[in-house]
């Protein structure tokens, strides 16, 4: 499975941005697909995911009411809205996906995209 994620860049506080993860080859192996991100120096931590079978999102709390995910129907792309960013915001964000039980969990899932920088200035 190869993830391909775009979208990032530069904005400034309380703008949207919205990232796209496309995935292909053996996409049908994949239970769910989620956003994670990194700061230099810290862990990468999770931010939401969704799962194919029922379209259940997940949500870290830091972004809850700001960030949504979604998917397209035929489960090889899945989206991040992002709304009223805020520098705290500012990461490097990666998709994954996997046969994943609980979606918040790093390690269970199986195969990450590069990423794709986001900044937000102040």
């Known amino acids: 499975v190869q993830l391909q994620a775009s979208g990032g860049g530069l904005v400034q506080a309380g703008d949207s941005l919205r990232l796209s993860c496309a995935a292909s080859?053996?996409?049908?192996?994949?239970?769910?697909m989620g956003w994670f991100r990194q700061v230099s120096g810290k862990e990468r931590e999770f931010v939401a995911a969704i799962r194919w079978s029922d379209n259940a999102t997940a949500y870290a709390d830091s972004i809850k009411g700001r960030f949504t995910i979604s998917r397209d129907n035929a489960k090889t792309t899945a989206h991040l809205q992002m709304n009223s960013l805020r520098p705290e915001d500012m990461a490097v964000y990666y998709c994954?996906?996997?046969?994943?039980?609980?979606?918040?969990?790093?390690?269970?899932?199986?195969?990450w995209g590069r990423g794709t920088l986001v900044t937000v200035s102040s």
């Open positions: 080859g053996r996409t049908f192996a994949n239970s769910a």
């Open positions: 994954a996906a996997g046969a994943v039980r609980s979606l918040s969990r790093r390690r269970e899932y199986d195969y």
